[in-house]
């Protein structure tokens, strides 16, 4: 599937099967799962070469492999990486380099080359469609945690339903931490509780959530919050974070606008504000391993064709999710 130009409509596009070159892996694509990002991709905001193939996620089977590939066979069920160039380490330019979807072709396509060093093996237990959830809502969520370094007892803040927020929560439930959730709907909340959550707020009837954090770590404040509102969500996750404690800067979902904070309280509790960029290749390994070992199995909303990526953007646009709207490539 193809745009042709900014918000263009998706038109189906039939092209030659690739061979795989030097330390390429070629992927039967299975599924992909629509990310924020995506959407914003879709709309056309995100500035690239044109046409191109949308879409940063996918999962699928390797069905050849360049001539000198070490360590992946044929048959091997992978997920693609967010960031193919930025394999290992801490974030740099070169490595963010490339982002399919935007900066060269995506994944909402039947086959499609990529490194061999840029993939990650499929938790086994989970099924195409769950597995094209993880690399960028997993692993952002994952390198959150990471930044946190969340471990047992500690408590952890995720805000809203949406793909990261979920996945931060089931991960970090998977570490032994406590997760407070937030959303703007009680419905939403439970599904949050059936996945472990252990305190619920609703940030549209308590908009000063923050307090009841405060109230719930015994005045201590939250280890992480992962902040993805950004603009109307930064001071308060600051003002909701211990000290010491740390912000992870995920999302703009409050918008493009700057955001306030709490200065003083920033600086007096030695607030950590780290900016989030899904993360490296190695983070989405460690990421899928210990999604393996932990055996849950991410929250998907919303199962579409590759042909309703128009209805999979309203549902989003409506936030009528919760957790992940997947996408089934034929
Ligand atoms: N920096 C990175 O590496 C990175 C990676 C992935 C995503 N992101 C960003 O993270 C954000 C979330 O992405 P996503 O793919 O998880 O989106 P998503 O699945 O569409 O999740 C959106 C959910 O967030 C909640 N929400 C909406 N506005 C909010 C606000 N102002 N404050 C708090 N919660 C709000 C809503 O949940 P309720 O209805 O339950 O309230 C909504 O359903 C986006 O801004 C995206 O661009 C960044």
């Keep these: 599937m193809v745009m042709s130009g900014p918000g263009a409509a998706l038109v189906a596009e039939s092209r030659p099967i690739p061979t795989p070159g030097p330390n390429e892996a070629l992927v039967r694509v299975r599924a992909t799962s629509l990310n924020y990002h995506d959407l914003v991709n879709l709309l056309g905001l995100i500035d690239g070469p044109w046409p191109r193939v949308p ?46 979807g935007d900066l060269s072709d995506g994944w909402l396509q039947q086959h499609r080359l990529t490194s061999a060093s840029a993939l990650v093996a499929a938790p086994a237990h989970l099924s195409n469609l769950e597995a094209a959830t993880l690399p960028c809502a997993g692993t ?71 307090r009841e954090v405060r109230a719930l770590t015994d005045r201590r404040g939250a280890d992480l919050v992962v902040d993805v509102g950004g603009a109307n969500t930064l001071g308060r996750s600051v003002g ?36 989030i960029t899904v993360g490296s290749v190695q983070a989405h390994r460690a990421l899928s391993a210990a999604v393996s070992a932990a055996g849950f199995h991410p929250h998907i909303s919303h199962e579409l064709g590759w042909d309703d990526m128009a209805e999979a953007m309203r549902v989003m646009q409506a936030n009528e999710h919760v957790g992940k709207i997947a996408v089934i490539v034929p």
């Design 240 to 275: 909701a974070v211990r000290m010491d404690g740390t912000v992870a800067i995920v999302g703009i979902l409050g918008g493009f606008g700057a955001a306030e904070i709490p200065v003083s309280v920033a600086m007096l509790q030695n607030v950590r504000l780290i900016g």
């Design 55 to 100: 879409m940063s996620d996918a999962a699928g089977e390797i069905v050849a492999l360049g001539a000198d590939v070490r360590g992946w066979s044929v048959g091997d069920r992978v997920i693609s990486a967010f960031h193919p160039a930025w394999l290992d380490g801490r974030p740099n330019s070169a490595g963010k380099r490339d982002m399919p």
């Design 140 to 210: 952002t969520a994952w390198s959150a945690l990471e930044e946190g370094d969340i471990g047992a007892g500690d408590t952890v803040v995720v805000q809203g339903t949406g793909g990261v927020s979920l996945l931060a929560l089931q991960l970090a439930k998977a570490r032994g931490a406590t997760v407070i959730a937030t959303s703007s709907s009680d419905d939403k909340l439970k599904v949050a509780e059936s996945l472990g959550a252990d305190h619920l707020i609703n940030y549209r009837t308590t908009p000063e959530w923050q």
